[in-house]
């Protein structure tokens, strides 16, 4: 993709990674790719906003050529060191090697120790400022959000807010902004993106907000890092964030299992039919077969989570161990739910899987559900009024 004007003087001057199918060691799935979003700033003095992953090093340079010569820039501004935004730091370097680094000092400390780059370096803190002559660079710091030194960068005279990570999502299109795509793509790969990504720092979420509120800063724009640039409505994203942070929910259930000859599959979905006899909406999600980084996603509004398995070795089957333990990771709040599976020779899994949703900081508020081999017409009506007991409570 070409460098593309997002408002005057500021160039989108990116790439888009059409093949990405995975991020974060294989935790997030990301089925329409993404891109690595970085903003040129030309004005008295250059700015470059951000890179990209190390392999797409070319394409920026090209796409930074286009409107200025490299060389020229004065300022390379680290909002965040992992490498899919850092990953071409050393390539812009070495065509301006008298241009300063600018991060925050954690972020200093996590360039030299990924890049070891010999750089003029300037570390900033929040209220600091940089003038570009026409234009100022304004830093808050966003430790957490998600790494420790996380920051925005904030243009006031231009009201452009370019937080990095925060506000993005996995997409690659060759479209630019949130009015050129569909809407319930977007707000789909943002769910995901929060619930995978950031849901554990809610409460830090919801501070950084407030904090921005309080200093009264307007915000016609968003850029962030990855995905689409909000400029039709970005207090549409702030919104969902404060709604996601607050961990507000609605009458939903998420039944996730992993089977082992479909015993567990049947009880999940009797059960299901009894929630959704209640008018309480249901998802049924086998993790085997479904993408865990989507029923991440499906529970970021559910009030209600139940979490099936068969036994195996007196235990639950390792996948589903894998995504409770990522599950546990998200810190979820203000859930409730149960336990459920099947077994041959002896139960457990059912009991392991009960003991993790109390470690994970969800009320378990009824007793597990278990069947030996496949469930009977006597346990199918008994799994049915289980299902409804919960969808009545959930309600």
């Not at 060759?174 to 995978?196: G, H, T």
Request: glycine share 8%.
């Amino acid at each position: 993709m070409s460098a593309i004007q997002i408002q005057k003087g500021v160039y989108w001057v990116g790439a888009v990674d059409w093949n990405v199918r995975s991020f974060h060691g294989h935790t997030f799935n990301t089925k329409r790719g993404s891109t690595y979003n970085a903003y040129l700033i030309v004005d008295e003095k250059i700015a470059l906003i951000d890179s990209v992953y190390g392999p797409f090093s070319k394409e920026l340079i090209a796409n930074i050529s286009e409107i200025v010569s490299p060389e020229k820039i004065d300022y390379m501004v680290v909002n965040h060191v992992e490498t899919d935004h850092s990953g071409a730091v050393p390539e812009i370097m070495k065509l301006c090697p008298k241009a300063r680094v600018i991060g925050t000092e954690k972020c200093k400390l996590g360039m030299n120790r990924n890049y070891y780059g010999n750089w003029d370096w300037q570390t900033v803190k929040s209220g600091d400022k940089i003038s570009l002559g026409k234009n100022n660079l304004v830093f808050l710091e966003a430790p957490m959000l998600h790494w420790p030194d996380s920051m925005f960068t904030y243009i006031p005279e231009l009201q452009l807010l370019m937080p990095n990570d925060a506000f993005g999502q996995h997409i690659a299109t060759s479209k630019r902004f949130d009015d050129e795509i569909d809407p319930y793509e977007l707000m789909d790969e943002a769910a995901a993106y929060y619930a995978n990504i950031l849901l554990p720092f809610s409460p830090l979420v919801i501070r950084k907000i407030e904090e921005v509120v309080k200093m009264g800063i307007p915000i016609g724009m968003i850029a962030p890092s990855h995905g689409i640039i909000w400029r039709k409505d970005p207090m549409k994203i702030i919104n969902a964030y404060l709604k996601w942070a607050k961990n507000e929910t609605k009458a939903k259930v998420v039944i996730a299992y992993e089977t082992m000859w479909k015993s567990t599959e049947i009880m999940a979905k009797r059960i299901g039919d009894g929630i959704a006899s209640t008018g309480v909406q249901v998802i049924i999600a086998n993790i085997s077969e479904k993408d865990n980084t989507d029923i991440i996603k499906e529970m970021l509004n559910a009030k209600g989570i139940l979490i099936g398995s068969s036994t195996h070795g007196n235990d639950m089957l390792p996948r589903l161990a894998g995504f409770l333990s990522f599950l546990k990771d998200m810190k979820p709040k203000g859930r409730v739910g149960a336990a459920f599976g099947s077994y041959g020779w002896a139960g457990g899994a059912a009991k392991k899987i009960e003991e993790k949703l109390s470690e994970t900081g969800i009320e378990v508020i009824q007793p597990l559900i278990q069947c030996q081999f496949v469930p009977d017409k006597a346990e199918m009506q008994k799994l049915f009024e289980y299902g409804a007991a919960f969808g009545n409570k959930v309600k």
